[in-house]
């Protein structure tokens, strides 16, 4: 299955900006989304299609993807922003989605 | 308003056929481009996608999965059912169904809306 790789921690104090990857083989060609996941809750999408954000979600969260590799980033994260960020995505033959491993984002 | 529910038994034996059923509202899956999809996380563990179903009935499965799944819709009682033979220990985990949005964008889509997920243990 088509693999997708993510760091396993962020770590940012709060006001800064945190930046979590995603690399995979098939980006240049494929949109990538991300996923929000808090401790005991269901995942909740906060990007889509590499750069859009659903409504309800804060302007603090913006995505990007240039070449292999696709960027969420949140600009002046909050203590609330701690939480497993998820990116998401297909291979090239777009059959099969598949998730990245995940990562775990620190405020602090 | 767009919900989804899961249900099932939250314990079955190994080697047991699990039967999950995906019940939502706020959308028909015979509307085109949606979808909807099952995913499931260990405890623990990181997302792992299952299985997704169209509104054309098109079927895609986890290749890890495949030979053990089954997805079925029944569009006039809103759901979908995920059928999963053979379980063992490993398939423990948390069982979410979501709606998938955006396959017209060439992707198979994005899960929007997530139902709250069902914790299901495989033990004897």
């Known amino acids: 299955s088509y693999e997708l790789t993510q760091p396993p921690s962020v770590s940012v104090s709060p006001g800064q900006t945190a930046r979590i990857t995603c690399s995979g083989d098939?980006?240049?060609?494929?949109?990538a989304h991300w996923y929000q996941q808090k401790s005991g809750q269901a995942p909740v999408l906060v990007i889509y299609e590499d750069s859009k954000r659903p409504s309800g979600i804060p302007e603090r969260f913006s995505g990007s993807s240039s070449g292999t590799l696709a960027t969420l980033s949140i600009s002046g994260a909050q203590v609330e922003d701690e939480a497993d960020y998820y990116c998401?995505?297909?291979?090239?033959?777009?059959?099969?989605?598949?998730f990245g491993g995940g990562t775990k984002l620190t405020v602090l | 308003q767009i919900t989804l529910k899961e249900s099932g038994p939250t314990q079955v034996q190994p080697t047991q056929t699990l039967t999950l059923t995906c019940t939502f509202s706020g959308f028909s899956l015979n509307t085109g481009g949606v979808g909807v999809g099952w995913i499931r996380q260990p405890p623990g563990k990181a997302l792992e996608w299952v299985a997704l179903?169209?509104?054309?009935?098109?079927?895609r499965y986890s290749p890890s999965l495949k030979s053990r799944l089954t997805i079925t819709k029944d569009t006039s009682k809103n759901q979908v059912v995920l059928t999963m033979t053979n379980m063992d220990p490993v398939d423990t985990g948390t069982y979410y169904c979501?709606?998938?949005?955006?396959?017209?964008?060439?992707?198979?889509?994005?899960?929007?809306?997530w139902g709250q997920g069902i914790l299901v243990t495989a033990s004897s």
């Open positions: 179903i169209y509104w054309d009935d098109d079927k």
């Open positions: 979501a709606h998938c949005w955006g396959v017209a964008s060439g992707t198979l889509g994005y899960f929007d809306y």
């Open positions: 098939a980006l240049p060609r494929k949109f």
């Open positions: 998401s995505s297909i291979g090239v033959s777009s059959y099969h989605m598949s």
